[in-house]
């Protein structure tokens, strides 16, 4: 293989692997430290220096505009691909998109530059020469371009714009090639063998004369063929550079700019093989996160359902148990939220001296207690025990309200679901219904634990009461005083007493409840309705469960895209001939 075969395979692929992401968007950050793998080759020289002239003998082909004084006014990209075998060649500038110019070339990107100018003519700007120079600066100043600066040898080189403007921006000298144009054009007894055996001007890279062909020859149209041949003959025949035919000529200066940018474009590959592998890992990385496309069966689309049911119910979980937050708030209803409630229950009123009269009076009906007013103490009791239901019920729709949000939460928090919106809303549905049905079981039982108090007193509380007439020191006359004020209050302190004993217990029993009827069962048997529901779902049901999110649909398609061509882009860089 040729060093220009090797070349353009090399730049093909790349230029391919470029081409396809820069077109499809490629990874951010991504696309310029490969595009840098493609050295442009900028031409840069005085006006009527050679410039399109060498560029078309680079290319082989011919194709710019030509003509004396100001021919190329503003900068020619050529982007050049190499066609398939069978495929004619054809040229294309953007601002002639449809029109193909068929005959052409290797795979650079080539940059016909304005020439620089010393001095602004009739009907130019005085600004023009600062203009082109500032024009031409932007692309050679690029570290990614080659420089061949044009300068003619029939002119002093010390006075090359060329040569000192690639010296500005390329101090090392490490992008310059100096070419030596219209040596057949020096007068008689003079050459250029200062300037190409790097006396004169030394580069770090060689310099190459170039004969071009003369503007009679362009108007008889000799083609590029013809060109090369007589520009062999020259140099071969030429007393003062026979020595260097060589290395002289197009077509040495070709396989030159060739062999530097392969060298260029290699030392380059590892970064760019590394950067296209570390962008292939984040977008796989990306397709595991949005997921893989679903399955056409109702079998598989089923398993994905309960797949997705499953991680949704692993997350509830751990919100309840801690591994993720959110559950303590439960507890905070039962540490603070119920004993608030509780301690703001209005019993200070209700065991008033004047309601405790009123209630104790209403219970004796006709005929005064003889000893102790029992009925009055139920009645009293009873109606404070009532006051319970408020908080019972208030901690148990807490309760609800918490399991309600962790579920919310769990469903934003599994990513597997994000991409169907569909199987959200029905999954969020079930659960609040269950929910529902959790929270209505332990409404009922919360209840019945204040209803169980209020249906058997506790005796031995009671059975104390005439000690404690005794050792307040009233013995025998228990009737006389059954109508003091103090009676009374004696009263309303012991059934204060009994509803601050049932008050503890309730303040143990309600979170007992709740986290039996409502945490318990969630944890349990969340989803068991719906897994019942989804399983009697035909083939169709199931695919509506599964329809996704345009958006998401729409993400992972282009994800999927860029993977393959960064997969593609890899196995291109990976296929180059690292062999010379």
Request: aromatic share 6%; proline share 5%; net charge neutral.
């Amino acid at each position: 293989m040729t060093t220009m075969e090797s070349l353009i395979g090399l730049v093909n692929r790349i230029q391919r692997a470029c081409t396809v992401l820069g077109d499809h968007g490629g990874a951010e950050g991504a696309l310029p430290t490969l595009w840098e793998a493609l050295p442009s080759v900028a031409v840069v020289g005085g006006q009527s220096s050679g410039k399109s002239s060498v560029l078309e003998s680079i290319v082989g082909r011919d194709f710019l505009p030509r003509g004396s004084g100001i021919v190329t006014r503003r900068p020619l990209v050529l982007q050049l691909h190499k066609t398939e075998e069978g495929q004619p060649e054809y040229a294309e500038f953007l601002h002639l998109p449809k029109r193909k110019f068929t005959d052409f070339f290797v795979n650079l990107t080539l940059i016909d530059l304005p020439g620089l100018t010393k001095v602004a003519v009739e009907g130019q700007p005085d600004s023009i020469v600062q203009d082109i120079e500032n024009m031409v600066r932007t692309y050679v100043e690029k570290p990614n371009s080659i420089i061949l600066a044009i300068s003619p040898a029939n002119q002093d080189i010390a006075t090359s714009d060329a040569i000192k403007l690639a010296r500005e921006v390329d101090p090392t000298g490490e992008r310059t090639f100096g070419v030596l144009t219209k040596l057949d054009l020096m007068d008689k007894g003079t050459n250029a063998l200062d300037v190409l055996e790097g006396r004169s001007y030394k580069l770090q890279q060689p310099w190459v004369g170039i004969v071009n062909r003369s503007q009679a020859d362009i108007n008889k149209n000799v083609d590029m063929i013809v060109a090369r041949r007589k520009e062999r003959e020259y140099f071969a025949n030429s007393p003062d550079y026979s020595h260097l035919a060589s290395k002289m000529g197009s077509e040495y200066l070709a396989k030159l700019l060739s062999r530097h940018l392969e060298s260029v474009i290699r030392a380059r590959i590892p970064s760019i093989s590394s950067l296209i592998t570390k962008t292939i890992d984040e977008l796989e990385s990306e397709m595991d996160h949005l997921g893989r496309p679903i399955a056409l069966d109702a079998g598989a689309q089923l398993y994905t359902i309960l797949e997705l049911c499953r991680a949704f119910d692993k997350i509830f979980k751990e919100h309840l148990e801690g591994g993720r937050p959110g559950g303590d708030r439960i507890y905070g209803v039962f540490d603070n939220q119920l004993p608030a409630a509780l301690k703001k229950l209005p019993f200070d009123r209700h065991l008033s001296l004047q309601n405790v009269k009123k209630v104790v009076s209403e219970a004796d009906g006709y005929q005064p207690h003889l000893i102790a007013p029992e009925q009055g103490y139920r009645r009293l009791i009873e109606s404070s025990l009532n006051y319970f239901r408020g908080p019972a019920e208030a901690s148990v729709d807490a309760v609800h309200f918490v399991l309600k949000e962790l579920v919310r939460k769990s469903i934003g928090e599994t990513q597997e679901l994000k991409r169907f919106p569909t199987l959200q809303s029905e999954l969020a549905a079930a659960s609040y219904q269950a929910l529902e049905r959790f929270r209505e079981d332990s409404r009922k039982t919360v209840i019945r634990l204040v209803d169980m108090e209020a249906s058997y007193l506790t005796v031995d509380f009671f059975r104390k009461l005439p000690q404690e007439v005794e050792k307040a020191g009233n013995p025998a006359t228990p009737t006389v005083d059954r109508y003091t004020d103090g009676h009374f209050r004696r009263i309303a302190s012991n059934v204060s007493s009994y509803i601050s004993m049932v008050s503890e217990t309730l303040k143990n029993s309600i979170p007992k409840a709740a986290v039996y009827c409502q945490v318990r069962e969630a944890k349990r048997s969340l989803l068991n309705h719906f897994y019942t529901l989804v399983g009697k779902k035909e083939g169709k049901q199931l695919s509506q469960l599964l329809d996704e999110d345009p958006a998401l649909m729409e993400r992972r398609l282009q994800c999927a895209k860029r993977l393959e061509l960064y997969k593609n882009a890899r196995d291109e860089i990976d296929a180059v001939s690292w062999a010379r």
